[in-house]
């Protein structure tokens, strides 16, 4: 049973930076991605990774300002969150699995985390 465990979230200024970090059970051999969710919104997607070559897609909310990484020796994925705005505001959950070209689909996606709250104040 993969289980993957997200962390990092918190309450920051507008401009601040944040670090969300997801940890699965076992080594992931599967593309990874983080999605959000804002209050009354449908969940949608920020980022994600190939496991494949490490290729990174973003959304064009955040692209420029998130950034995904891996750290292999720590089995560990990061999203790096700079320039926070107010409307970054949502929970966010890394997802995984072997999604190739439909990244951006969150029903392709086989295993999340539980939610982390991430509140961007103005």
């Known amino acids: 049973q993969v289980q993957l465990v997200a962390s990092g979230g918190g309450v920051v200024q507008a401009g601040g930076s944040l670090r969300l970090s997801c940890t699965p059970s076992?080594?992931?051999?599967?593309?990874m991605g983080w999605f959000r969710q804002a209050p009354g919104k449908e969940r949608e997607f920020v980022g994600s990774?190939?496991?494949?070559?490490?290729?990174?897609f973003y959304a064009d909310s955040v692209k420029g300002r998130f950034t995904i990484s891996r750290d292999n020796a720590k089995n560990t994925m990061y999203l790096q969150m700079n320039s926070l705005k107010p409307e970054d505001t949502a929970v966010y959950y890394c997802?995984?699995?072997?999604?190739?070209?439909?990244?951006?689909?969150?029903?392709?996606?086989?295993?999340w985390s539980q939610g982390t709250q991430v509140t961007v104040s103005s």
């Open positions: 076992g080594r992931s051999t599967y593309d």
């Open positions: 997802a995984g699995g072997y999604v190739g070209s439909r990244y951006l689909q969150s029903k392709a996606y086989t295993y």
């Open positions: 990774r190939w496991s494949g070559g490490g290729s990174t």
